[in-house]
């Protein structure tokens, strides 16, 4: 055999080597494949307006009322805005409280959600976009049945229940009872998980969990065990989901945000304050500081005294989160422990819980902590506070000594 036939060998076999090893990343390890590489996904900034519409009935009387499943006309109950970024592999996602004060066009002030009801997906696309000054180029409406037949198609969704969850919403005709802990939900008990607003937190209670159920549907639906279910999910999309987007649009912005480093993922709620009315009020201020963060921009850097920081006991030590606070005011920190009546944990690893779009600012606690413990970018914590601290056993060693 003549050398150059050694050579053709060898550059086939390498050109075989790359494309398997393509293709196993592609599937199992796509964070470490490059966006501009990466097969059929998205190439260009897309900002996506998600709402979540609440039950719409048929007009038949008010004993005789039944719901219709295939509506989009409803209200926003969830409504969230996603914006995927290949430029910088990063993705996104704002919650905006329902009851979130707004000026909807032609219709004057009135709760954000309305905007849907009134006009449909364009005028709430309209108003999100106006609220936040930022273009939105595509809306998905996901009429709330939907939830249900998305979920038990995967096979249900594992979500850590922050507390426990009973009551009964006769508005869904559904009964939730869930104990604090990991549980895997099915289709009616997702329903009822993101529905529930029975606490001190209202609507903004159920933003923060709608963000935990958004971070493990993520999770779920993206993993290559999901993909045999894909023709199914498309059938159930194309029944319960309402959009502006082509099929192939929405496997191109699938196949980014499944490849988006956990790190590269901020999920965050739109900060405010509580109205006498019960509406939430937020300020031009803290609407540009989000809309700053998601487009890539930072204005602000970190400062330790201007850092207001809530810790939780999630560890088997009773004192731990008082010992941390003290470690934290001696390092700069406005640091206060926050009582829980349901015990958190143990976890063996710290969360900690960047509020306000404020990785930075958890970034560098968590480099206070000798590097222990995990960023969460979720407004899943403390909604006063900047960042909240779930102290865990990995910081045991390093404040057995703190008074």
Not at 184 to 192: C, K, P, W, Y
Not at 226 to 249: C, F, G, R
């Amino acid at each position: 055999m003549r050398p150059t036939n050694w050579t053709l060998i060898f550059v086939v076999c390498a050109l075989i080597g790359v494309c398997f090893g393509y293709g196993y990343a592609l599937i199992y390890k796509p964070t470490l494949i490059p966006p501009a590489f990466r097969i059929g996904s998205l190439r260009e900034p897309t900002t996506v307006l998600m709402l979540g519409t609440d039950v719409v009935y048929t007009d038949q009387g008010r004993r005789n009322k039944k719901i219709d499943q295939s509506a989009f006309t409803g209200r926003s109950d969830t409504i969230m805005v996603v914006r995927l970024d290949p430029l910088r592999n990063a993705l996104t996602m704002i919650s905006i409280p329902r009851d979130t004060q707004a000026q909807i066009p032609d219709n004057g002030t009135q709760k954000i959600n309305a905007a849907n009801a009134i006009g449909g997906p364009n005028l709430a696309q309209r108003t999100v976009s106006a609220f936040l000054q930022l273009p939105i180029d595509h809306y998905v409406v996901l009429n709330v049945h939907g939830l249900v037949e998305l979920v038990n198609e995967l096979g249900g969704i594992t979500v850590e229940i922050p507390k426990k969850m009973k009551y009964m919403d006769w508005t869904a005709k559904l009964k939730i009872d869930l104990e604090p802990g990991p549980h895997t939900l099915t289709g009616n008990q997702a329903m009822g998980f993101v529905r529930f607003r029975h606490d001190a937190l209202g609507d903004i209670g159920r933003v923060q969990r709608q963000q935990l159920f958004m971070r493990a549907v993520q999770q779920k639906a993206l993993s290559p065990e999901s993909w045999a279910h894909l023709p199914k999910l498309m059938e159930i999309a194309n029944q319960y989901i309402l959009t502006d987007m082509s099929v192939s649009d929405m496997m191109e912005m699938a196949t980014f945000a499944r490849a988006v480093p956990k790190e590269d993922q901020l999920f965050v709620m739109m900060p405010g304050t509580f109205a006498g009315n019960g509406d939430w009020l937020v300020s031009q201020s803290d609407k540009r500081k989000v809309v700053s963060k998601i487009m890539g921009y930072s204005f602000v850097t970190s400062d330790r005294k201007d850092i207001r920081v809530t810790v939780e006991n999630a560890s088997s030590a009773p004192q731990l989160a008082f010992r941390l606070a003290t470690y934290l005011r001696k390092k700069g920190y406005q640091a206060n422990v926050k009582s829980v009546r349901e015990k958190i944990g143990p976890f063996q690893t710290t969360r900690i819980i960047a509020q306000k779009a404020n990785p930075d600012d958890a970034a560098l606690l968590k480099s206070d902590l000798n590097d222990q413990g995990e960023v969460v970018n979720a407004s899943v914590g403390d909604i006063e506070s900047a960042v909240t601290i779930m102290a865990g056993e990995d910081l045991k060693p390093l404040l057995s000594t703190t008074k």
